[in-house]
């Protein structure tokens, strides 16, 4: 059960829609609302994304944190959720904060890098029993979960946890944001490779896209563990053509509201529906993305608009390498359909101890299909176009382009392929669910 009986100091505050742009006034606002209630001589933690997120936390924080500055707080630090991504530079965590000098936050306090995969970083708060977690999963997962997070997280260490982040279609939750900025964000290795499975168990049809998922209420039932007053500030933005950043809408307050408030715009403004199917699809892969741990962002948000046999073009020439954390291990298995990695889990004690791998496989190739002999394969073909070697590409199941020769004009004029801009941003359906 939950250990904390009250978790938030706010109801929900903010507003927007999908047509909205607030200023910067209206944004200061709303947070100086959210956290009016916090008092001086607290401690407070800022949890906020990293670099492979685009979204307004360097406008929400200094806010923030000059507010808190006036109010007296002990002390606020900052925690990046970087899940399972390496660390960002001290230039890139200024940038993405926007206040101090990307190692302290004035004379608030420090910022500090999330280690997933180091026992010393990190502590058990709470288990989900396998009852829970089987009633939660619609029996989907049957196993029951520790729940390690970050020891800055342990009890009794902050009076209050501030999570920044915007909120988008997700591939494991259904929705970014909120809840998922402890689980996976911050937290250890465990519910870590479960959430991600259960993702690819579930089907990304069955959740990306999807506000209420099994997943969801999986790490928001881990997240009700947390010992410390939680505020959630949920961003939803997009950007212009001149790429400016939109902000369509801010919500502040519990974590299963605010990220509900937010993913009601974010389907509207995040989700395009193309009315057809087509054979080839060109994604020009976001220059957010350098590593294809975060860039199969491209298949996830438009296999589901392409034909069975059809082909994906993603075009990424800042792409670096498969995974700086998780490259070996996906280069020995290759992406595969769900099904085949099912088989792969079952025989390899390797994939079992590393779940997230093994989903993010499965993500990739997104889903299964027969070919005329009967085998189950990927849906459709993936050719990669970057700095990734042939050799890399061919030893993970993937076609090979080298980005110098690609040529955005020898696609435009055929009516059954669709080129698409900063691919990985917007998910693409066909007809709404």
Known sequence: MNPVAEKTLVDLVGFGSPDADLSAEELRRIVEDAIVRIGPGARVLAIVPDKTRDDNTDILFPFAAEFLKSKG??????????????????????????????EKISDLG???DHNWSSRDALVQIGELGVEQVKAITNGLYEKPIALTINKLLAPGNYDHVLIFGATVPHEVAGFAGAAKYFFPGVAGPELTHATHWLGALAGIENTIGR???????????????????????????????????????????????????????????HIKYTGRKYSRVVALLDEHYDELWVGGKASYKLGGIIKDGGELIIYA???RCISETHGEIIERYGYAAIEKMQELVAESGELEENLCVAAHLAHVAYAGRHDEHGNIVPRFNITL??????????????????????????YENDQDTLIVERAGRDLYLVEPN
């Open 73 to 102: 707080v002990e002390k606020l630090d900052v925690l990046i959720a970087q899940g399972t991504h390496i660390s960002m530079t001290a230039a890139e965590k200024q940038a993405k904060i926007g206040f101090g000098d990307g």
């Open 110 to 112: 420090r910022v500090y």
């Open 385 to 410: 176009a970057s700095q990734i070697d042939e050799a890399t590409c061919r030893r993970v199941n993937l076609g090979y382009m080298d980005f110098r020769t690609f040529r955005r004009e020898d």
């Open 211 to 269: 506000i209420e998922t099994p997943t969801r209420h999986l790490i928001e039932a881990a997240a009700d563990f947390v010992d410390a007053q939680v505020i959630a500030f949920t961003t939803v933005v997009t950007r212009d053509d001149d790429d400016r950043l939109r902000t369509h809408g801010l919500f502040a307050g519990d974590f299963r509201a605010s990220l509900r408030a937010g993913a009601e715009i974010s389907k509207v403004v």
């Open 317 to 319: 020439p800042q792409m």
